[in-house]
């Protein structure tokens, strides 16, 4: 693929979920790519809003932007996808990695979804192989098949851009858990390699930011910044010393406050479940699960 572009890349970060959607264009007018956009979503209530998205909308808009993918990196755990209604609003095709029907076939079980819920990835217009580019106006993307945090996630090459997902965070903040279901620490460092073999001055855009000791939001960083900071995964840490780290931390974590209703929804590119006979949909909370 061509890597010599620079793409200009816009973020929208939500403090509630510590979330980035990136809006991805050559110049005003031209095509896009929407990458991990946020669904509002209150779980005392159960009541969705679109507030992130619109101002996502908002600036599309703004920027005469044609929309023709809305990407995800995976099934996130954190929040609820808006890319149904992104699609709804704008246009574009849902895609996500190829390795999708493993997650969807795991939860399907757990969350006892409907015996007609498809577990190949047809909920998406397309499942982007590992390797494989796309395109949108001047611009190419390609695929990275990035396991380890989940065994779908793929990370997104765009010019000298690349959008990790929840591979890796911030130099100061680290990597992503690997105890979800099909989740793997030695997996997960091979992925971080692989992305970190990129050239030195290759942008870096973090799907999140948790940041420490008070520091502003950050989401930009560099393949060199990261194998020179990154906290767990600079260079010199071996394999064996990661997946020692990685196991122990996240033995004392908990669970992600959204991840129930999450996934339940991003395993089907952002539409709820069927509603019941009352015309409502629900979401179900397995119980002693997971």
Not at 47 to 53: P, V, W
Not at 260 to 265: D, E, K
Request: include cysteine; charged fraction near 25%.
């Amino acid at each position: 693929m061509v890597t010599n572009s620079r793409p200009q890349v816009h973020g929208i970060f939500d403090p509630a979920t510590w979330t980035v959607t990136y809006v991805v264009y050559a110049k005003e007018g031209a095509a896009c790519s929407i990458i991990d956009p946020v669904l509002d979503y209150d779980p005392k209530s159960g009541r969705t809003r679109t507030d992130t998205a619109d101002k996502l909308i908002k600036f599309v808009e703004e920027k005469k932007l044609q929309v023709e993918w809305i990407l995800e990196t995976h099934a996130h755990a954190d929040h609820i996808t808006a890319a149904a209604y992104l699609k709804q609003k704008l246009g574009g095709k849902t895609a996500i990695g190829d390795h999708i029907p493993a997650v969807q076939k795991v939860f399907k079980g757990i969350f006892n979804l409907e015996p007609d819920f498809a577990t190949d990835g047809s909920q998406f217009d397309h499942l982007l192989k590992d390797g494989e580019e796309f395109h949108f106006g001047e611009l190419t993307g390609s695929t990275l098949f990035v396991p380890g945090h989940t065994p779908a996630c793929v990370a997104y090459q765009i010019g000298d851009a690349v959008f990790v997902g929840d591979t890796m965070f911030m130099p100061d903040v680290g990597t992503a858990r690997c105890d979800f279901p099909g989740g793997d620490a030695k997996v997960l460092y091979s992925s971080v390699k692989k992305i970190l073999s990129l050239p030195d001055t290759t942008r870096l855009f973090m799907c999140h930011d948790y940041p420490p000791n008070d520091r502003p939001v950050a989401f930009e960083t560099t393949v060199a910044e990261q194998r020179a900071k990154n906290i767990h995964v600079h260079d010199g840490i071996s394999e064996e010393q990661f997946v020692k780290m990685r196991t122990q931390r996240d033995a004392t974590l908990e669970m992600p406050v959204l991840i129930l209703p999450s996934v339940q929804v991003n395993i089907r590119a952002g539409e709820m479940p069927p509603k019941d006979d009352n015309g409502i949909a629900y979401l179900k909370i397995p119980v002693d699960a997971l």
